[in-house]
């Protein structure tokens, strides 16, 4: 895929070292001594599984060196460093991402050939670590591959979750869940780091107490401990020497309590209680953007970022810099308010355990931390009731109390006694019950707070934060999300990587920006032959995996027509679907239609109690077996569902797109990313103006984009003046046989009940306005339907696309963050080779 890079050893020489060299034949002699001494099998016992690990063993041995200068240079220089506190990393498979970023992976390609093994086989075999949930785990991976590649030191913190995200299964149509055993077989690229475990507090009370200098501290004494494990995982840089880590945390159970309750002869509880620690870091917590007040998540989030503060605070006192400084050694980025409770924390750790002032403590708080919002949607905002969180971490309730109190005086001091607007500002809720609002904690407590596309940000500062954006309106940015083009460009669409690189060279992987060079190659018909050429190719992959996965059968020569993400409402997959109903109703009215042949492609998980979004898929499914087996409709549509969408799965999709489906209800959608992905691959985007959907229609050219819907604005006014979606179903007779079909049994065997949950929604609430935005979005699907038949339009548009799409390179975006936010330089790493001149 590209040059190899000749920083190890030299290649030319025949005294390579097995665990750093590069050449084809080092490769191979590493890969099998692996096998050997690594897995303890010879090729005639070795399974595919044990081929790949013992692939992953040798390049995690050539990540070796260069992880461990980073950390010597970030030591020995005491780095400014960022610190990404997240609960979700969803980092996808690392053996591909890691070739490809080590710039050998046709050289190990060519040794696996050699050795009679096909490489795809085992990038297969890896378990997927799904650490997250959608969009926002996935933006963390992504900025942690763009902050090693432009050489920031970072630290990735987060939760090494036993069990991530359930595998999805498709039984009868409905949705399955499965428990996620990622780690059953080992994971060959994280290293465990026990000598680093620390104590992490639970419970109890607190107590004044008089320390040494006769002044009065407070103590808590906990009702229980839980010890926390590092697990550490390189994560390298492209085409760099830069390897950062990604430090998950694992709950264990200290040695010293279960000690007392062996002594007393209780030897169950002594068990019992490794078993109640063990269970913190079980499982990762399946919702994307509903908040659940279960305890257990609360333990899990104040947990790791105990975890996280008490560490930097370790890397601190080992540099043997003052703690005055903390806000100066690091940059901390609270990802959504899931590790808001740090605000609170380093106030602890400041005051309690490092007996500072409240004043030098507060103002280290306040610029250590930036936030940034993930979401508008209220159902996602999270709240912890009094009880809960005063049981749970009471000495926290406490700071937060004193953090409010001064804060609220603040307010008073510029706006008066302007009661309303206290209560709104408050970080208690006392509207209906009483509860902490993270998101003003982690307002007050940072210094910079960001939304994640421009429509987004501005809709918090006009909305959810408005009263906060009143209060310090120099906090407010915006920072648009942005992907990593290593991922999902050069290592999902290599063949695309090939054609942009033979006509402007490989600049383009790390400055996105120039790729914006082969827009004069837009209308060239031999360029345009190539581009159709693989895009075909990568329609014929995908449809094969489909026939695979779901026994349907496509016509790569079809519109590959597609919508993958999370099942919600607001992302409005029941509307693409009265889209494949009213295509359906059209051919069988008139069966011999000349319509521009359609293959819908659904995928996505849908939160495991999330009952209407579960009813969506099984709506999908039941369209899907009436449309698909229809013989009057024959190769014109297909609806398919592919099951269990994941990063390892999404790959192959992205590159087969011809038509991206972005149609989330104006104003609901933050950003998307997903969206991204498949422009840069060459799809065009059929969308909503939401999120960052605007900047790409911007981008890419108005004339090149397929808009529809109502506006951010439209929606607010026409829930103002009384929505009323069931008129929109009386006055239009295509949507009434769609929903009528829905409703009648006609997808159900006759069933009237199993969609009436769906139907009732939508005709008398429709939360989304898909009664609203259907005719819209018809019309407009039946301009992309048109345009497809315009062969050289389409493609000169496709090119395009890809042409205009580096400003969403996370590269972009964490150049933004280090320049507005964090204030961080790059530290490049040499090898030990460079630096000598000699190998
Ligand atoms: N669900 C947003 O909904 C955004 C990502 C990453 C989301 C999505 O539009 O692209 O974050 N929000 O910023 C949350 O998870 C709270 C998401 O992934």
């Known amino acids: ?85 997240s609960a979700e990393f969803l980092m996808g498979p690392h053996l591909g991402n890691n070739l490809i970023n080590l710039g ?19 990038l297969a075999k890896e378990e997927e670590p799904g650490l997250g949930n959608g969009g926002l785990g996935r933006l963390a991976a992504c900025y942690l591959d763009s902050l090693a590649s432009l050489e920031i030191p970072t ?75 590092p697990y550490d995982t390189p994560i390298l840089g492209y085409k760099v020497n830069t390897a950062n880590t990604l430090r998950l945390w694992k709950a264990e159970a ?74 100066e050694k690091f940059a ?68 937060i109390y004193e953090i409010n109190w001064r804060f609220l005086e603040q307010v008073r001091h510029k706006f008066g006694t302007d009661e309303g607007r206290i209560g709104r500002l408050s970080l208690i809720d006392e509207n209906d019950g009483k509860f902490v609002r993270m998101a003003h904690l982690a307002c007050v407590g940072s210094h910079k707070i960001n939304g994640v596309a421009a429509l987004h940000s501005e809709l918090l500062q006009k909305t959810t934060l408005l009263d906060f954006y009143e209060f310090f309106p120099e906090k407010f940015t915006n920072i648009t999300n942005g992907v990593t083009p290593r991922r999902w460009i050069v290592l999902s ?27 004069t190659y837009a209308e060239d018909p031999g360029f345009q032959q190539e581009w159709q050429q693989i895009k075909r190719e990568n329609k014929v992959n995908v449809a094969e995996i489909l026939l695979d996965r779901t026994g349907v059968k496509v016509d790569p020569d079809s519109l590959f027509d597609i919508q993958v993400k999370r099942i919600h409402q607001y992302k409005r997959q029941h509307l693409n679907i009265l889209h494949a109903i009213t295509l359906y109703n059209q051919i069988k009215q008139n069966p011999n239609l000349d319509i521009t042949p359609r293959t819908l492609i659904f995928a996505g998980k849908a939160a495991p109690g999330y009952y209407i979004a579960k009813l969506i898929i099984k709506l999908i499914n039941s369209v899907a077996e009436v449309v698909n087996k229809d013989r009057d409709i024959g190769d014109r549509l297909k609806v398919v569902f592919l099951p269990d969408y994941n990063v390892k799965n999404s790959q192959p999709i992205y590159p087969a797109a011809d038509l991206s489906e972005q149609i989330s209800t104006a104003g609901k959608e933050a950003s998307g990313t997903g969206n991204m992905k498949f422009a840069m691959n060459g799809a065009l985007t059929i969308g909503t103006l939401d999120g960052a959907n605007i900047e790409i229609r911007n981008a890419v050219g108005a004339e090149n984009f397929f808009l529809f819907g109502l506006t951010t604005e ?3 006014a026409l829930r103002l003046t009384g929505y009323r979606p069931r008129e929109y179903y009386e006055q239009n007779p295509q949507l009434k046989q769609a929903i009528d079909q829905i409703a009648s049994g006609y997808f159900s065997h006759g069933d009237r009940s199993l ?36 062969r050289d339009r389409w493609l000169q548009m496709s090119i395009l696309n890809t042409a205009r799409m580096g400003k969403f390179s996370s590269d972009r975006a964490i150049r933004e963050y280090c320049q507005q936010i964090w204030k961080v330089q790059p530290v490049p790493v040499q090898l030990a080779a460079e630096k000598t001149g000699d190998g």
């Not at 005051?351 to 002032?357: A, F, G, R, S």
Request: aromatic share 12%; glycine share 6%; hydrophobic share 35%.
């Open 1 to 85: 895929i590209q040059e190899p890079q000749l920083q190890g050893q030299d290649t030319g020489m025949q005294c390579e070292d097995d665990r750093t060299g590069i050449g084809v034949e080092t490769l191979k002699r590493a890969f099998l001594d692996n096998l050997f001494y690594v897995q303890g099998k010879f090729p005639a016992l070795a399974t595919k599984h044990d081929y790949y690990m013992a692939l992953a063993y040798t390049v995690r041995d050539r990540l070796l060196q260069r992880w461990v200068n980073t950390a010597a240079i970030y030591t020995q220089e005491g780095s400014r460093t960022v610190a990404y506190l």
């Open 104 to 122: 050998i992976y046709n050289q190990v390609q060519q040794a696996m050939t050699e050795l009679k093994l096909d490489l795809k086989e085992l």
């Open 155 to 229: 630290l990735g913190y987060g939760i090494r979750y036993e069990f991530g995200i359930f595998d999805q299964l498709i039984r009868n149509g409905w949705q399955v869940e499965k428990t996620d055993k990622w780690l059953r077989y080992g994971n060959p690229w994280e290293i465990a780091r026990p000598e680093w475990a620390v104590s992490v507090k639970f419970g109890g009370r607190t107590e004044a107490h008089k320390n040494a200098q006769g002044r009065y501290r407070v103590r808590w004494i906990p009702h229980k401990v839980v010890l926390g494990i």
């Open 254 to 327: 200290p040695e010293s309590f279960d000690f007392e309750a062996f002594n007393r002869g209780n030897y169950y509880g002594a068990v019992d209680q490794k078993v109640t620690s063990e269970n913190l870091t079980k499982v990762l917590y399946p919702n994307d953007e509903t908040y659940e007040g279960k305890q257990l998540r609360l333990e899990q989030q104040y947990f790791f970022v105990s975890c996280a503060l008490q560490d930097m605070l370790r890397i601190m006192l080992r540099q043997k810099l003052p703690l005055e400084q903390f806000h």
């Open 332 to 399: 901390v980025q609270l990802n959504d308010t899931h590790p808001a409770i740090a605000v609170a924390e380093l106030m602890r750790l400041l005051l309690d355990e490092h007996e500072m002032d409240w004043e030098p403590a507060w103002e280290i708080t306040q610029k250590t931390f930036g936030y940034t919002n993930h979401t508008l949607l209220p159902e996602a905002l999270e709240k912890w009731s009094l009880k809960l969180f005063s049981s749970l971490l009471p000495r926290h309730l406490e700071i």
């Open 493 to 519: 669409n290599p063949k695309l990587t090939n054609l942009i690189t033979s006509c402007i060279g490989d600049n383009w992987i790390k400055h996105l920006e120039d790729v914006q060079r082969i827009e």
């Open 714 to 716: 439209d929606v607010g």
């Open 755 to 790: 969609f009436k949950p769906l139907v009732d929604l939508l005709l008398d609430k429709d939360p989304f306005m898909l009664m609203a935005d259907y005719q819209p979005y018809i019309d407009c699907q039946q301009q992309v339907s048109q345009t497809y038949r315009d």
